[in-house]
């Protein structure tokens, strides 16, 4: 059983600080990986994509890649209130579009 | 960008009748259309692979009979939930390859649809 792991939280984080989330995943030969914001009630809206080891960086947004150890991970630069939501890390392991999710990580921004 | 429309936003059936979900591509052409299923405080969960002009890929564990899709075009998928039980309230979401960027499809999500069973 493929599998994509994330701390579900709540990640309580202060306004203007660092939220960093987390993402492990088990199939290796994974070639996509990305993230996702869910705000309560609503569908995802994609945010970050990574595909090569390293660092991504978009705005406010930071994603990092580390293909050897399976991990994936987001940073929030300057945290909001409007960043409080779930974030669901996803992963794709062929070019069909087939994402597996993570139960998602909640992220709470405390004014 | 591209818009994946989705409806109906919220529905309410009693137990045993059928309810069908549109997701629908705004101003591009859908081959392939993937369900989700959400349950409260769960991650979504892949359904089934909708296929323009073939029957759709189920995955394991998803009752074909009672989940029916279709992709009869470019632009429509369905998802028809037949004889539906309270266990069935979930919130569904359609989406579609919207793009193609480092050797990967790229997904947008339709809107999602709350259906509750009662």
């Known amino acids: 059983q493929k599998e994509v792991e994330q701390n579900s939280g709540p990640l309580s984080v202060p306004e203007g600080a660092i939220a960093s989330l987390n993402c492990t995943y088990s199939d290796r030969v994974s070639q996509s990986f990305f993230w996702y914001r869910q705000y309560s009630g609503k569908s995802p809206e994609l945010i970050m994509s990574?595909?090569?080891?390293g660092d991504k960086e978009d705005g406010r947004f930071t994603a990092q890649l580390n293909k050897a150890s399976q991990y994936v991970s987001l940073l929030i630069r300057d945290s909001q209130p409007s960043d409080s939501a779930t974030y669901l890390c996803?992963?794709?392991?062929?070019?069909?579009?087939?994402?597996?999710f993570g139960a998602g990580t909640q992220v709470v921004v405390t004014p | 960008g591209a818009v994946v429309s989705q409806h109906p936003s919220r529905v309410i059936c009693k137990s045993g009748t059928s309810v069908k979900i549109e997701c629908r591509s705004l101003d591009f052409q859908a081959t392939t259309m993937f369900w989700y299923r959400q349950f409260p405080k769960q991650s979504l969960m892949l359904m089934a692979t909708s296929n323009e002009g073939s029957k759709a890929t189920y995955e394991q564990g998803v009752e074909k009979d009672k989940f029916l899709i279709n992709h009869a075009s470019l632009t429509l998928s369905t998802l028809t939930v037949t004889s539906a039980h309270p266990e069935d309230s979930s919130f569904y979401i359609c989406?579609?390859?919207?793009?193609?960027?480092?050797?990967?499809?790229?997904?947008?999500f339709g809107a999602g649809s709350r259906l509750t069973v009662l």
């Open positions: 990574i595909y090569s080891n």
């Open positions: 996803a992963v794709r392991g062929d070019s069909w579009g087939k994402l597996q």
């Open positions: 989406s579609a390859v919207t793009g193609f960027h480092s050797g990967a499809n790229v997904l947008t």
